[in-house]
């Protein structure tokens, strides 16, 4: 089955810094790529995804790279703010989802 | 409501007791998923539902653990003779179809914790 890499575990950047946080998959057939963050006592929300026909999509200050070639994917945050921080999961999807293990972001004031 | 709610928001339990965690998805979603987050692990997919069926429960960790879905809403997450091991977030998401590749609607989910 699909295996999901993600690093870093931890990220600390200073406010208004860039932060980006890689994953790599497995499955050469795995086609959406999303992005969840989960803040404080809450549940994973979709900030961003990816399909595979597409190398780049940005939304105002986030942005996910995908290279197919080498099975990998990253999530860019540009002028990071202070409620930015969280956990980000990384997934890859063929016949399910799976997720990396999360990245605890902190934007230090 | 507006979004997927789960229920109780904590449980703490004595080894080997049952417990039964709530999934109230969001209306009109067909596809209701199950995911346990360990400390400071990923997202560890258990169980999907498409309606009331189950096609495929080889993700759920053991024999201890069961899950329903009536009516094409609710969903239960049994566990059995907890273990301290079973100490975890169980979160539960929906979407309209069970399409992977669309977006899945998380509650906040039950925090387990087995003494």
């Known amino acids: 089955g699909e295996n999901v890499e993600q690093h870093p575990s931890t990220l600390s950047v200073q406010e208004g810094d860039s932060a980006v946080i890689k994953c790599t998959y497995s499955d050469s057939a795995s086609n959406y790529f999303p992005w969840y963050k989960q803040e404080l006592g809450k549940g994973p929300q979709l900030i961003i995804d990816?399909?595979?026909?597409?190398g780049e999509k940005k939304d105002q200050r986030i942005a996910v790279t995908l290279n197919k070639t080498a099975k990998h994917f990253s999530l860019h945050i540009t002028e990071t703010q202070p409620e930015d921080s969280a956990v980000y999961f990384c997934?890859?999807?063929?016949?399910?989802?799976?997720f990396g293990a999360g990245t605890r972001l902190t934007v230090k004031p | 409501g507006a979004g997927v709610s789960q229920s109780p928001s904590n449980k703490v339990t004595e080894k080997g007791k049952d417990v039964e965690l709530r999934c109230d998805p969001i209306s009109g979603h067909t596809a209701l998923y199950w995911y346990r987050q360990s400390l400071g692990q990923g997202l560890e997919f258990l169980i999907y539902?498409?309606?009331?069926?189950?096609?495929?429960k080889s993700g759920l960790p053991s024999d201890r653990f069961s899950a329903e879905r009536t009516g094409g809403s609710v969903s239960t997450l049994t566990i059995q003779r907890t273990q301290q091991e079973d100490s975890a977030v169980y979160l539960c998401a929906s979407s309209q179809e069970v399409r992977w590749n669309e977006k899945l609607f998380f509650g906040s989910g039950t925090q387990l914790s087995v003494l």
């Open positions: 997934a890859a999807v063929d016949n399910d989802m799976r």
């Open positions: 539902f498409q309606g009331n069926s189950a096609p495929d």
């Open positions: 990816i399909r595979s026909n597409v």
